[in-house]
C-alpha cells in the first residue's frame, strides 16, 4: 500500500512514512493510491471485537508494520482508558441509531483516533530511521486539542504544542487543556477563530526556512490534526463495527444499506465514513450536518465552496469551522484522482476563498445529502430527544439529530441510520442544560456539570472529574503572527 499527494508533486510512500511526515511536501494531504476491500465476510467480522477489528481494517493501510507493531498499538489505545468495554456502543433513540464516541478519556470522538496517533508515530518514527525529536502542531476547535495532549503527554521522543482560539471554546474544553501535565505539552491561546489557527499551523509545516532551521536543531514537525492520515485511518474503523453490530444484534440484513449522519466540521469524520463505503461497507447516504457556519451545507447543494462569509460562534463550537482541510481528499477522489485540478481549486481556495467543482464532480456529490441546524433547532433537537427516548445528547450530536430529520421529511427515507455521537454531553454542560430546561446563569460550567449527573441519573466520566481544582499550567497566548515565535521559545531555540 502506498500514498500519493492529493497536489501530486511528490514520490510515493509507504504508510510510514506518511504518519511521521503528517503533510506532503507540495502542502497536498497523503491518500492511499487505491482503497483496500472488505474481504471477509460481515458474518465473520461481526464476531470480532473492537480491537481485532481494528486490527484486520489497519492492517490493510499501515502494512509496512509487522503484526506485533501493529497489536502492540492497538492493545496500548483501546485499553481501561475508556469507559465502555465496547469502545464504541450504539444507543437506538428517537429513530436512528446513536454510535456513541466519547467513551474516551476526552469524552469526544477524537479519542479514537488520537488514543492510537501516539503509537502509530513511534512505530513509524522508529521503521523511517528517525533519529529528530517529532514537534507535533496541532491546531483545535476544542476537542482535538485535548485529545492530542492526552495522547502524547510523557511520551519520550516527542513534544506537542497546541493552538486553540482563545475566545472560541467551551469553559470545560479550556480547562481540559490548560490543565494539561507533562514537560513535553505547550497550550496557547490565539487571538483568533480556529481558521486562523488552523491556517497558521499549515503556513508553518509549508514554511521550508522554518523547517530547516528546526530540523537543524533536531526537531521534526508533524501534525495530530486528521490531515495526517494517521488520524484518518483509525476513524474507518468505527463505521464497520457499527455496521457489524448492528448485524450481530439482528438489526439489519447482512448487505441492507444504511445511512449515516455526521456532525461535520474538518470534513474529517464523515470523511472515514467515506473511504468505509469505498472498501465495501454497503453505506446508502451520506449526511452531512452543519451549524449555522453552513459552508459544506452550501457546498453539497451547488458545488461552490465559498468561505467568504462571517464566522458565527455556536453552542457547537467544535464545528465552527470555514475551512475543511479534508475535503481535499474528497475533492481528489471524485475528480478522478486530478491532482492538477486539485491543486488549482487549493490555491483558488487560498486566493478568493472560493472555488467552484466540475459537473461530473457535481454528480458525485450526489452520494451526499446536506443541510445544517440553527442553534435553536439545536437544543430543540436535544429536548425532543430526551422527551421522546429519555437520552440526553450533546449540541453536536443535536446538530447532527436535526438535520437527519430534515432529511426524513424531505426524501421519505426509513433505512436504519447512524448517527455520529460525536461528544459527551457532559461537554457542553450549559447549553444541555438549557435544553433541557435546568438553566441557571448563574452557575459554572463544573456547577452544570453536577445538574446534569443529578437531574438524569448519569455517572459524571472520569475525564472531567475534579477538573476544576486541578492547576493552570498553560497560560501562554499570542496572536497569529507569533506562532514561530512561540514555538522556537517553547522548544528553547
Ligand atoms: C471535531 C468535532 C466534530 C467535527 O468533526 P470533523 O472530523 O472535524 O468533521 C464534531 N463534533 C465534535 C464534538 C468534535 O469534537
Not at 503527554?153 to 501535565?181: C, H, L, N, W
Amino acid at each position: 500500500m502506498f500514498y500519493k499527494s492529493t497536489r501530486g508533486k511528490e514520490n510515493l510512500v509507504k504508510a510510514s512514512e506518511a504518519i511521521v511526515r503528517g503533510i506532503a511536501e507540495d502542502g497536498g494531504l497523503f491518500v492511499p493510491e487505491s482503497f483496500p476491500r472488505i474481504e471477509k465476510s460481515f458474518d465473520e467480522l461481526k464476531e470480532m471485537n473492537y480491537k481485532e477489528l481494528a486490527f484486520y481494517i489497519l492492517k490493510k493501510y499501515l502494512d509496512d508494520f509487522s503484526d506485533e507493531e501493529l497489536k502492540a498499538c492497538i492493545d496500548g489505545a483501546y485499553d481501561e482508558k475508556f469507559e465502555n468495554p465496547l469502545i464504541a456502543p450504539l444507543k437506538y433513540a428517537g429513530g436512528a441509531y446513536f454510535l456513541e464516541l466519547f467513551h474516551g478519556k476526552t469524552l469526544a470522538f477524537k479519542d479514537m483516533a488520537l488514543s492510537i496517533l501516539p503509537y502509530l508515530v513511534k512505530t513509524a518514527a522508529n521503521k523511517t530511521g528517525i533519529d529528530k525529536d517529532i514537534v507535533i502542531l496541532t491546531a483545535t476547535s476544542g476537542d482535538t486539542g485535548k485529545a492530542a495532549l492526552e495522547g502524547f503527554a510523557k511520551v519520550d521522543g516527542t513534544k506537542i504544542i497546541v493552538f486553540y482560539p482563545k475566545d472560541g471554546v467551551s469553559e470545560i474544553q479550556r480547562r481540559q487543556m490548560v490543565t494539561q501535565e507533562g514537560d513535553n505539552t505547550f497550550v496557547v491561546g490565539i487571538e483568533g477563530n480556529f481558521d486562523d489557527a488552523q491556517n497558521g499551523v499549515k503556513d508553518i509545516f509549508g514554511d521550508d526556512d522554518f523547517n530547516k532551521e528546526l530540523e537543524d536543531k533536531g526537531y521534526m514537525l508533524s501534525s495530530a490534526n486528521s490531515i495526517n492520515i494517521g488520524r484518518l485511518i483509525p476513524q474507518v474503523v468505527y463505521y464497520v463495527y457499527s455496521y457489524v453490530s448492528l448485524l450481530k444484534e439482528g438489526k439489519l440484513k447482512d448487505g441492507q444499506k444504511i445511512n449515516v449522519v455526521v456532525p461535520t466540521g474538518n470534513f474529517g469524520n464523515i470523511l472515514a465514513a467515506f473511504y468505509a463505503k469505498n472498501m465495501g461497507l454497503p453505506i446508502e447516504r451520506f449526511i452531512c450536518a452543519s451549524n449555522e457556519n453552513k459552508v459544506l451545507t452550501d457546498f453539497i447543494n451547488t458545488g461552490v465552496y465559498d468561505r467568504n462569509r462571517e464566522f458565527v460562534v455556536t453552542n457547537s463550537p467544535s464545528m465552527d469551522i470555514l475551512i475543511s482541510s479534508n475535503l481535499e481528499r474528497f475533492l481528489y477522489e471524485i475528480s478522478g484522482k486530478d491532482s492538477e485540478f486539485i491543486s488549482n481549486l487549493m490555491s483558488k481556495l487560498k486566493t478568493e476563498g472560493r472555488y467552484e467543482v466540475s459537473e461530473a464532480m457535481k454528480d458525485r456529490l450526489k452520494e451526499f445529502y446536506g443541510d445544517f441546524a440553527t442553534e435553536e433547532e439545536t437544543v430543540d433537537a436535544i429536548r425532543k430527544v430526551y422527551d421522546s427516548s429519555r437520552y440526553v445528547i450533546d449540541t453536536h450530536t443535536a446538530v447532527a439529530y436535526k438535520v437527519f430529520e430534515k432529511y426524513k421529511n424531505e426524501i421519505k427515507d426509513d433505512a436504519v441510520t447512524v448517527i455520529a455521537s460525536t461528544a459527551s454531553p457532559f461537554k457542553f454542560p450549559r447549553s444541555v442544560n438549557e435544553a433541557l430546561n435546568f438553566e441557571q446563569k448563574e452557575a459554572s460550567d463544573f456547577q452544570m456539570v453536577e445538574t446534569l449527573s443529578k437531574n438524569f441519573d448519569i455517572k459524571i466520566p472520569k475525564g472531567i472529574l475534579n477538573l476544576e481544582s486541578k492547576p493552570v499550567i498553560h497560560k501562554a497566548t499570542c496572536n497569529k503572527e507569533n506562532m514561530r515565535t512561540i514555538i522556537k521559545e517553547f522548544l528553547g531555540l
